[in-house]
């Protein structure tokens, strides 16, 4: 069976990965003012260039930032857009840890007018990757339903759309300018990392959701066609994969359970390439989903955590793509870690050393697999 050439690749990563020493320290330097923006963005590049160089000599064929200029995986993108504010937490989240549940206040969301987009957003930031890589750069971003999920209707100000209907319409059109305007620059591989999906598989978080007035059996029919109108405009070249995460800061989850509430939408209404799944342990199901992946669609099976230190072996990774086969033929699977390392600025409790090994294991079990 031949690698590929497009993507996504047999082996691939999500994205984000554990930020440098001198990073943090030039970060923190710029929140007291000490260094200028100019500066900390010459200390992000150099520590870009760095990352991209690991990744390449790790044997990958696609490399990303790092999302080395983000705090969060999701926040520094959205705020970008006109009347979109970042607002104190007002709820604490669960989170579960393999060693027990951790409590943590994220910001949230709130859309206090008209959507628009003023400016590109991480148009230069992919401009700058793929000046520095010789192979495939891919550029994350938020999916757009991050902007309703958390807060549903009250977090969206009625005056400006009394009507969801029109939010989604503008959402749609702002996400479809910054899709466009990053092909224009170059870009063939985007991944939209898209939490509420796979928080949708999860029986307590549904019932949240039904609890701030939406109804989490239709929502995937309604996100599917927000993704779909965010890359009505790409160009046919354009791979897109959309990574469904069920929450990582500093090691710990928020969601579990398996795709079954959602495959069938996710795989035959959203318009992507692939599909990065969370698959390194019990709280994903099983594979049983993956019988409604369609032909011409890669399932990435995230089966190597980034939550862990401990290195899986190449033998137990073999035997779970063998189990994924038996509802998803292997010719449409691939493997990478199951998130990534570092989606908050904190990054997950694992070492630079270990996240290489994991890379580096997940480039030779691929290679072993699929040739």
């Known amino acids: 069976m031949a690698p590929r050439t497009t993507p996504p690749f ?32 010459k200390v992000e590049d150099q520590a870009i260039r760095e990352v991209v ?4 000599n790790i044997g990958l064929q696609v490399t990303t930032d790092g999302e080395f200029r983000r705090t969060y995986w999701h926040l520094d993108f959205l705020e970008q857009f006109s009347n979109v504010k970042v607002i104190p937490p007002s709820i604490k989240a669960k989170f579960h840890t393999h060693e027990g549940d951790i409590e943590f206040a994220p910001p949230g969301i709130r859309v206090e007018g008209k959507l628009a987009r003023p400016h590109p957003i991480f148009v230069e930031h992919f401009k700058f990757l793929k000046s520095v890589t010789k192979v495939t750069p891919k550029i994350t971003i938020p999916a757009p339903s991050n902007m309703h999920f958390r807060g549903g209707r009250k977090a969206i100000d009625e005056k ?34 898209e939490v509420n999906f796979a928080y949708l598989c999860d029986p307590k978080l549904r019932e949240q959701v039904q609890n701030i007035g939406s109804d989490p059996n239709s929502l995937p029919q309604t996100y599917a066609k927000l993704i779909n109108d965010s890359l009505a405009g790409k160009p046919d070249d354009m791979a897109v994969a959309m990574h ?34 969370e698959y390194d342990d019990e709280r994903s199901g099983d594979f049983a989903p993956l019988r409604f992946v369609p032909a011409g669609k890669t399932v990435i099976l995230g089966l190597v955590t980034t939550k862990l230190s401990k290195l899986e072996t190449k033998d137990s990774l073999k035997r779970r793509i063998e189990a994924a086969a038996k509802y998803c033929p292997l010719d449409r699977l691939a493997l990478s870690p199951q998130c990534g390392f570092s989606s908050t600025i904190e990054g997950n409790d694992i070492t630079v050393g270990e996240e290489i090994e994991k890379l580096k294991l997940v480039v030779e079990v691929a290679k072993e697999v699929w040739g």
Do not use: M
């Not at 990965?17 to 003012?33: G, I, Y």
């Not at 400006?160 to 910054?178: H, I, K, N, Q, T």
């Not at 990582?248 to 035959?268: H, M, Q, R, T």
């Open 160 to 193: 400006a759309y009394p009507d969801l209907g029109e939010f989604y319409a503008d959402l749609g059109r702002v996400y479809s300018e910054e899709v466009k305007d990053l092909a224009d620059a170059g870009c063939r591989y985007l991944q939209i990392d």
């Open 10 to 41: 047999r082996a691939d990563h999500v994205g984000s990965l554990l930020r440098p020493q001198f990073l943090l320290d030039a970060r923190d330097q710029r929140k007291r003012n000490e260094i200028s923006a100019d500066d900390l963005r």
């Open 244 to 277: 469904l995460c069920r929450g990582n800061f500093k090691s710990a989850w928020v969601a579990e359970g398996g795709y079954e509430p959602v495959a069938d939408v996710l795989f035959n209404q959203v318009n992507v390439t692939g599909y990065f799944l």
């Open 53 to 56: 160089k690991l990744q390449e």
